[in-house]
C-alpha cells in the first residue's frame, strides 16, 4: 500500500481546512488508517484514527469536536476536516495505514510522505 496525503496550506486562526490521504495498491479496505502530526521539536503524535469499516474512530483529546475522520474505501481515500484550527495545529500531518487502529505509530506499516499546515494567528 502507497499512501499520499495531501491538502495542506497555510491558514489563519479559526479557518478549516480537508486533509486526503489516497491509497493505492490492493486491500486498502482491510487497513485501518490515522493521522499523526509531528510539529518543529515536537516528537510525532497520534491525532485521530479510523478503522477498515468507518465504524470506529479515536480522537486525541485536543481535537476532539474539531476534527473529524472519514473514509471513501471505494476511492480508496482517508479524509481529516479540520475546523477552528489553532496555532497548536500546525505541523507536518502523515497519514498511515496499518492492519490495527492504533495510537501507537509503530503499529503502522505505511506511511505518506507529509503534508504541512501552518497556522497563523
Known amino acids: 500500500v502507497q499512501l499520499q496525503a495531501s491538502g495542506g496550506g497555510m491558514v489563519q486562526v479559526g479557518d478549516s481546512l480537508t486533509l486526503s490521504c489516497e491509497a493505492s495498491?490492493?486491500?486498502?479496505?482491510?487497513?485501518?488508517v490515522a493521522w499523526f502530526r509531528q510539529a518543529p521539536g515536537k516528537e510525532r503524535e497520534f491525532v485521530t484514527g479510523?478503522?477498515?469499516?468507518?465504524?470506529?474512530?479515536y480522537y486525541e483529546d485536543s481535537v476532539k469536536g474539531r476534527f473529524t475522520i472519514s473514509r471513501d474505501n471505494a476511492k480508496k481515500a482517508v479524509y481529516l476536516q479540520m475546523n477552528s484550527l489553532r496555532p497548536e495545529d500546525a505541523a507536518v500531518y502523515y497519514c498511515?495505514?496499518?492492519?490495527?487502529?492504533?495510537?501507537?505509530?509503530?503499529?503502522?506499516?505505511?506511511w505518506g510522505q507529509g503534508t504541512q499546515v501552518t497556522v497563523s494567528s
Open positions: 479510523i478503522d477498515w469499516s468507518g465504524g470506529v474512530t
Open positions: 498511515a495505514a496499518g492492519l490495527v487502529l492504533s495510537r501507537i505509530g509503530t503499529g503502522y506499516n505505511y
Open positions: 495498491g490492493d486491500n486498502f479496505n482491510n487497513y485501518a
